[in-house]
C-alpha cells in the first residue's frame, strides 16, 4: 500500500490550502478502512486534522473543523484535503495514512509527507 500527497508547497494567506492523496495498493471504498489526514508544524507534536471513512462520511478535528474540508475521487483512488483561510499558523508537514478498523485505529500506511508554507 503506498500513499502520496501532492499540492502546491507554498499558500498565500487567507487562500485556500488544497492536497490530494493519491492512494495505491488498497482502495479507499472498501471496508474498514479510515483515509486520515495529519500535520506537523515545525517543533510540535502530529496534529490530527480529519478523515473520510470507507463510506464517504467524515470527521474532523474540533479545532480546524470549520475551516476544513475532505472529499474524495473514487475514480482514481484519491481523496483531498482543503484548508480554508489559511495563516502562517498552518505551515507544516501535511502527511495522508490509513487507519483501519475504526476511527482513531492504528495508522498503519503513510505518505512520504509534504511540506506546506503559508507566506506572502
Known amino acids: 500500500v503506498q500513499l502520496q500527497e501532492s499540492g502546491p508547497g507554498l499558500v498565500k494567506p487567507s487562500q485556500t490550502l488544497s492536497l490530494t492523496c493519491t492512494v495505491s495498493?488498497?482502495?479507499?471504498?472498501?471496508?474498514?478502512?479510515?483515509w486520515n489526514w495529519i500535520r506537523q508544524a515545525p517543533g510540535k507534536e502530529l496534529e490530527w486534522i480529519g478523515c473520510?471513512?470507507?463510506?464517504?462520511?467524515?470527521y474532523y478535528s474540533p479545532s480546524l473543523e470549520t475551516r476544513t474540508s475532505i472529499s474524495r475521487d473514487t475514480s482514481k483512488n484519491q481523496f483531498t484535503l482543503q484548508l480554508s483561510s489559511v495563516t502562517p499558523d498552518d505551515t507544516a508537514v501535511y502527511f495522508c495514512?490509513?487507519?483501519?478498523?475504526?476511527?482513531?485505529?492504528?495508522?498503519?500506511?503513510w505518505g512520504q509527507g509534504t511540506q506546506v508554507t503559508v507566506s506572502s
Open positions: 473520510m471513512r470507507y463510506s464517504g462520511s467524515t
Open positions: 495514512a490509513r487507519a483501519d478498523d475504526y476511527l482513531g485505529g492504528p495508522l498503519t500506511f
Open positions: 495498493g488498497s482502495s479507499i471504498t472498501t471496508n474498514f478502512y479510515y
